[in-house]
C-alpha cells in the first residue's frame, strides 16, 4: 500500500520549487548553497517548533526518513548501530529523524524514541508531505548526509549492515572532505532535484 501511495505521489508531483536554497546532487563535485527546509520539531513535553535543516550547519547531519510503523526502521533501531554511531561522532554530526506523515502525533514519536533508546536530540515531523517527493526519496527508511554546509554527499535507501559497517568511514571521509572517496561506497544514486 505504501508503495502505491508513493507511487501516485511522484507521478502527481508538481513544481516545488523554492523549497530549496540549493541543489541537491550538486554533491559529488561540491558547491552550491546546500539543502535546506522546514520540519516541525518534536520537543521533550510533545509540543513542536519549526526548525530549519539550515540551523544545523557546521555539523555533518544525518536525515533519517521514516514513519512510525517502519519495520526496517525499528530493526535498525533496535541492533543500535544508528546509535553507536552517533555516540561515537556526536562532537561533529547530529541525526534527524523526520517522520513523514503529517498526523503524527509528537508523543507517539517521543515514545518511539524512549522505547528504542535512540539518543540522538531531533526528532522531527514534515506536516508538508513534500519531502519524499522533493528529495526524490525512493522509500521511507532512507538516510540522507549533508555535510558541513548542508549540501549532501550521501544517501543509503534501507541497508541495515551497511550503518553499523561503513557510516564510520563515511563520516570520516566527510570529515576530510574526501568526498570523491564516497562514490565506491554508494548504495543508493544522490540524485540532482534542482
Known sequence: ??????GVVFISAGDRSGLFSG?????MKGGGNGVD????????????????ISELRGKIVILEFTFIGCSACE?????????NVYEKFKEKIEVVTIYIYKNTDPHTILQYAKTYGLNWKYFAIDRSGNLIIDLRIPNLFTHIFLDED???RF????????VKTTYPTIIDLML???YDEL???????IIDVG
Open 176 to 178: 576530510q572532505k574526501k
Open 1 to 6: 500500500m505504501a508503495a502505491l501511495v508513493l
Open 150 to 152: 548542508g549540501v549532501e
Open 183 to 189: 562514490e565506491k561506497y554508494h548504495v543508493g544514486e
Open 23 to 27: 541543489n541537491v546532487g550538486q554533491t
Open 75 to 83: 530493526v535498525l533501531h533496535t541492533t543500535g548501530y544508528l546509535q
Open 155 to 162: 544517501r543509503n535507501p534501507g541497508a541495515i549492515n551497511f
Open 37 to 52: 527546509f522546514s520540519v516541525d520539531m518534536v520537543l521533550a513535553d510533545g509540543s513542536t517548533k519549526p526548525l530549519r
